[in-house]
């Protein structure tokens, strides 16, 4: 439950690396979902499984 909770950004981090295409904005976005998803989706998903 819990990794299906987490952001799936990977794929566009590597097709953005792969064809040099704004690498450092999507790293960035990444980053702030992955954190977003850390304080705002994860608590209540752990609640609800509870």
């Known amino acids: ?3 299906a909770a987490m952001p ?3 794929n566009a981090y590597i097709f953005a690396v792969q064809y ?3 690498v450092s904005p999507e790293s ?3 980053a702030l979902r992955t954190l977003l ?3 705002a ?3 209540v ?3 609800v499984v509870r």
């Open 41 to 43: 989706k994860l608590p």
């Open 37 to 39: 998803a850390a304080a």
């Open 28 to 30: 960035g976005a990444v």
């Open 8 to 10: 799936t950004d990977a």
């Open 45 to 47: 998903v752990v609640w």
């Open 1 to 3: 439950m819990l990794f």
């Open 20 to 22: 040099q295409r704004l």
